[in-house]
């Protein structure tokens, strides 16, 4: 099994909505990474786990609250959003947190904020 | 701070034509190069990475790319187009004081005609 698994696909959502975006993967990776990507741009990473402990914060508002429950798991629980907020979430994940290993990416979901 | 510079936010090839993207970096350290592929709807995929083992690098689908210190470049290339390589394509960086972080290029868009 090589894949990433994010849950949903599609999300709508009110900017007073609580909802949760989920990742899984079983290729005993021990790290996983949350991206946000807008149409036509490169990957932004948002957040990084590493052996389950959060390791790399790029300054995210605090409406994007991460969680990972264990080692195959990674949330992104969102509060409060706003339009802008809108985008693509990319999930991925690697062998370890380190600069040369390859990350295996989710699909994605797509969020929009109304 | 390391970068990437991807030449090109579009290109148009022929279907059995020569593909080439390019990509320079900028790094004060020996990098970690890499190229990922993204389909439409899709989350991105490795093509193939340098860390330094060959200076030619060869990938999946048919495409590599040569690494070239003295015009810091890593430019992909594929010698005959298919009309399902055309994706969007990310030349990104690692290495040296960002942590572990992937920095990616703006991305080319690849368009294949018939």
């Known amino acids: 099994d090589t894949e990433v698994t994010q849950t949903p696909k599609h999300l709508v959502m009110g900017m007073t909505n609580k909802k949760s975006l989920k990742c899984e993967q079983h290729?005993?990776?021990?790290?996983m990474y949350w991206y946000k990507q807008k149409a036509k741009k490169p990957p932004e990473l948002m957040f990084v786990?590493?052996?389950?402990?959060?390791?790399i914060n790029e300054s995210v508002p605090s409406r994007f609250s991460p969680e990972c429950p264990n080692s195959s798991l990674l949330n992104l629980h969102l509060h409060a959003l706003q339009p802008e907020d809108s985008a693509l979430y990319l999930c991925?994940?690697?062998?370890?947190?380190?600069?040369?290993?390859?990350?295996?990416f989710g699909s994605g979901t797509q969020l929009s904020v109304l | 701070a390391q970068s990437v510079t991807q030449l090109g936010s579009h290109v148009s090839v022929s279907e059995g034509a020569l593909v080439l993207l390019r990509c320079n970096y900028s790094?004060?350290?020996?990098?970690?190069l890499f190229w990922y592929v993204q389909y439409p709807n899709q989350g991105l995929q490795l093509l193939l990475k340098?860390?330094?083992?060959?200076?030619l690098v060869k990938g999946i689908n048919g495409f590599e790319a040569e690494f070239k210190k003295s015009e810091t470049s890593f430019h992909l290339t594929k010698p005959s187009a298919h009309m399902s390589d055309a994706a969007e394509y990310f030349c990104?960086?690692?290495?040296?004081?960002?942590?572990?972080?992937?920095?990616f290029g703006q991305g080319t868009e690849l368009s294949v005609k018939p």
């Open positions: 990104a960086v690692s290495g040296g004081n960002q942590g572990g972080k992937l920095i």
């Open positions: 991925a994940s690697s062998l370890y947190h380190s600069y040369n290993e390859k990350l295996f």
């Open positions: 340098y860390t330094s083992a060959a200076t």
């Open positions: 786990y590493s052996y389950e402990k959060l390791s």
């Open positions: 290729m005993g990776h021990r790290a």
């Open positions: 790094s004060s350290v020996p990098p970690y």
